[in-house]
């Protein structure tokens, strides 16, 4: 047990220190794209470590995370055609409208359990995929380009890629160790009970549900944040953040990195993105490539990446 | 006094009454056995009592308190605890986690995001008592799910007494377990008689006469007859109905 925390720690410095460093490499490298690339994957590691609060501790399999992307991403369109481009703003916004949807959605799809309830949730993030089609005043199906970043104290300090990116990190890093905290507390511990044996949870005295329902609400949250940074990171906002390829993906990101630990989330992101990036370079059907890739990790490490790490048995 | 009074309660799976107009008084600090053949509705009625099953109609009174209506949870929470015929505990936490949890039910709220509950000392302690009062404290940071059957059995004990109950309801204890694992739980149970009352819901006949203070007869749904082990043993309809000689 220990020993696994103290793994864990040696871990997330490894791929902290990693994520730190590379602008460095950027620059020594001469390639800018590269800070481009990691933005993003900044942003879907957010998105996936959010996801993996819910499905990982609570066992609840969300198929419309993707949902909270776009809701997240709007956030910042939205106020930035009315004027409003601060920072702070934006993710005040995005959080509010995430956890919003999040607890009107996920009180009605906690009811079912299992693949009902991955079918719930898809069929609601749908329904805010097409809202926002629809939403002809934001350029419908093709989005809208925003003409600025976020600003920051009224300063457009973000409009330089490095300085956006280090702005996710430390996103991400206080996301990190928010989640940490949540999943080593006591309600951490009555939501992995409630994934374990929910009877047993309310034979002790839980309602299961209210502490089901707080993760969803601070996941969907979460992920909207992710949203503000990945609409800052293209300049660009469309409904297809919340298309439901973007919410499988998440999945197959949680399930790659290992399922259950954070930091498999993030790993998970990041080889998910690069695989994207590199394999692409070889061949159009890269997706073949990765799908078979998928299938190995699943069938031979349960635990994803993280299960390369942690040795056999337990 | 009665701790928990049970009056008129029914059920039925469509045509079938499974508890039917059943009426039970349970003294406090008493163990109160229910007996009854297979199918007599037993596991039903603390399902009932407990709050996991819904009643077609009746009042269950505990401690006062009407219970018809309110969850499981609630129930708990006013005090009546249970276990499963069927071993229900968390398999991939540690036995002590298992308990600490149950313990976290009834003291302070787990709307807490931030302080590690694994070095909650308070929780760990309280837990710690729990599982030396059923022998498994030299288990605790044994995984729940690699016990042994009995030892699982033991686990459950611990962390229904963990709730701090007023009232255990507990549903065939002993099932599957062997003649030495039985034994050393129904020396755990004779060590709660009069700390906690006890509803004992067991087929082990040896076990029911050894401990019970009081022995109720369940048969098709309805109490036939209530007593001392020996009032109910002597019984005529009783031995008619379930102990098999007529």
Known sequence: MTRWLMRRRVAAWLIFGGFAALPLIAALTGDPYLVVVATRILAFAMAALALDLILGYGGMVSFGHAAYLGIGAYAVAILSRAGITDLGAHLGAAVIAGAAFALVTGAISLRTRGIYFIMITLAFAQMAYFFFVSLSAYGGDDGVTLTTRSTVLGQDWLADDRVLYYAALAMLLGLYLLCVAITGSRFGRVLTGARENPLRMQAVGFTPFRFQLTAFVISGAMTAIAGVILANQASFVSPSYMNWHRSGELVVMVVLGGIGNLLGAIAGATLALLLEEWLALFTEHWRLIFGTLLILVVLFSRDGLTGLFKGRGK | ?246
């Open chain 2, 1 to 246: 006094m009665s701790l928990l009074s049970v009056r008129g309660l029914r059920k039925s799976y469509g045509a079938l009454k499974v508890t039917d107009d059943l009426d039970l008084e349970v003294t406090e600090g008493e163990l109160h056995a229910i007996i009854g053949p297979n199918g007599a509705g037993k596991s039903t009625l603390i399902a009932q009592l407990s709050g996991q099953a819904g009643s077609d109609a009746g009042s269950v009174r505990f401690a006062g308190a009407e219970m018809m209506g309110r969850p499981m949870p609630a129930r708990v929470r006013a005090g009546m605890s249970r276990s499963f015929q069927i071993t229900s505990i968390l398999p991939g936490f540690t036995v002590l986690q298992n308990v600490a949890t149950a313990v976290q039910a009834h003291s302070g709220s787990s709307f807490r995001f931030f302080a590690p509950v694994a070095r909650d000392a308070d929780l760990n302690a309280q837990a710690l008592e729990a599982l030396s009062r059923v022998g498994l404290a030299d288990r605790a940071q044994t995984r729940a799910g690699s016990l042994s059957h009995g030892e699982k059995r033991a686990l459950e004990l611990a962390i229904a007494l963990a709730t701090r109950p007023r009232l255990l309801l507990l549903d065939e204890p002993l099932a599957g377990t062997s003649g030495a694992e039985a034994e050393r739980l129904v020396q755990v149970m004779a060590g709660l008689k009069g700390q906690v009352t006890l509803v004992l819901i067991e087929h082990d006949m040896d076990a029911v006469f050894a401990l019970a203070d009081r022995v109720s007869v369940l048969v098709y749904g309805r109490i036939i007859a209530t007593g001392t082990p020996d009032q109910v043993r002597a019984d005529p309809a009783v031995r008619a109905a379930y102990l098999g000689d007529a």
